[in-house]
């Protein structure tokens, strides 16, 4: 189980969010503390995010890798210099038999949106998409969630439950507009700072006002108010 962070807010440098926190996905790739599937997370690491002078509607910037996080050097003296108002990052442990190559690592994205995948599915309940960024099991769940269109994240979630009932499902995608998310079989939290809201599958931090959002869940922030549907599905 990958763990993964978004933020969507006063701009961030990407260090603030990714390596500087006591418990941020830096240490969260060597030590994570809520992790239920898997020890560390070795196998890759991906951040996105929108600078503020691309232009309206340019597709996000990416970096990816298939290393550990704690590995890159370069990244870690690059990140301070990287900020946006909208960030989706993850470190990856891989599940038995995918790929191990960047372009497995999330975040992936539709060229407006990007998404991380936390969790585990069956690729023979998933169709084949010529959009698809790697055979991982999470490039073919984007690649069918892109298509169907976020605003159908929660009934896509459902649908690929059904399919495959020991689904975990957890999806975070966010624009420059809105965050998204699904809790479907592992931990989610949420930050409100007061200048935005950061998602993350386990605080990054001991501020107390990190709240825990409970399971099979549909969240929704513009970066501002936060709002959870229940999500309906198979027992
Ligand atoms: N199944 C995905 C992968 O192999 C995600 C793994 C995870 O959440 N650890 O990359």
Redesign the pocket.
Known sequence: ??RHLGWLGAPRAVSALMLDPPYGLLVQSYAPRRQK??LV?A?GWGVGFYPPDIGEGAPPCRWRSAAPLWADASFASVAPALRSECVVAAV????IG?PIEPT?SAPFTDGSWLLS?????DRAVLPLSAHAEST???ALLAALIFDRGLDRLGETVTEVAARDPGARLNILAANRCEMVATTWGDTLSVLRTGDGVALASEPYDDDPRWEDLPDRHLVHTDGTAVQLTALKGPA
Do not use: E
Not at 92 to 95: D, I, T, V
């Open positions: 189980m990958c599937h898997g997370n196998d990856r442990s891989a599940s995918m497995a995948h936390n969790g585990l599915v991982v099991d999470s």
